[in-house]
């Protein structure tokens, strides 16, 4: 069964660098998020991308973050200047466009650690 | 603002026990409602959704779900738990008619199965 990947797996990065987590989405998807997780809380979602644009964010969104899909198979998250608080397991996911009812499929993660 | 509700943190049991795993969530209008599964080590997993038409939905590996619209209710339920059902549990609504990827997650269920 096709899968969404994401590398790496962990990343630790010190405070006020930048980071680009990598996913790669099913190939025949049209739609691509991105949400995370701080240890001990809820899945929060970020982003949404369709069609080669953000078609929704959320409030944790702001402009230390951005995505893109520079080729016709990755789709990256970018925090410009990391903070501590951006320590999260960052998930992928994607959904194939032929059916409202198509479901999300996630990927196994990043974990950043900010320190 | 939509929120989600799950009651427990971390619920044990043995096997051959009963679940019932419990989400609430807020929002006045259409709703989809989604249970995912992480197990450990592994990505998020679809368990079961619904969208419309009958409330009581089946999912993968026995599980089911029924959705009660004058409770704002879709608890997850499985007759007969394994160990292999260990795992955390999350529930997820999204708005209806549009936007299925923006979804918002309770805070997830652990669950311990003790053989």
């Known amino acids: 069964e096709p899968e969404v990947t994401q590398t790496p797996s962990h990343q630790v990065t010190q405070m006020g660098q930048e980071v680009i987590l990598r996913c790669v989405p099913i190939?025949?998807?049209?739609?691509f998020y991105w949400y995370r997780q701080i240890l001990g809380q809820k899945v929060e979602f970020l982003v949404s991308?369709?069609?080669?644009?953000?078609?929704?964010k959320s409030e944790i969104f702001d402009d230390q973050f951005s995505v893109e899909r520079p080729d016709g198979s990755n789709f990256t998250l970018k925090i410009r200047s990391t903070k501590l608080e951006d320590s999260a397991m960052y998930f992928c996911a994607s959904r194939g466009g032929s059916s409202y009812n198509s479901p999300l499929h996630f990927g196994n993660g990043t974990r950043l650690t900010v320190t | 603002a939509q929120s989600v509700s799950q009651h427990n943190h971390h619920v044990i049991l043995s096997e051959a026990a009963s679940l019932e795993l419990g989400c609430n969530y807020s929002?006045?209008?259409?709703?989809?409602l989604f249970w995912y599964v992480q197990y450990p080590g592994q990505h998020l997993q679809l368990l079961l959704k619904y969208f419309s038409g009958d409330p009581l939905v089946k999912g993968i590996k026995g599980f089911e779900a029924e959705f009660i619209k004058s409770k704002f209710s879709f608890n997850l339920r499985k007759p007969s738990v394994q160990w292999s059902d260990t795992a955390e549990y999350f529930c997820a609504v999204g708005r209806g008619g549009g936007s299925q990827g923006n979804l918002i997650f309770g805070k997830g269920t652990k669950l311990s199965v003790k053989p």
């Open positions: 929002y006045g209008g259409t709703v989809n």
């Open positions: 991308f369709y069609n080669n644009e953000i078609s929704e």
């Open positions: 190939s025949n998807h049209l739609y």
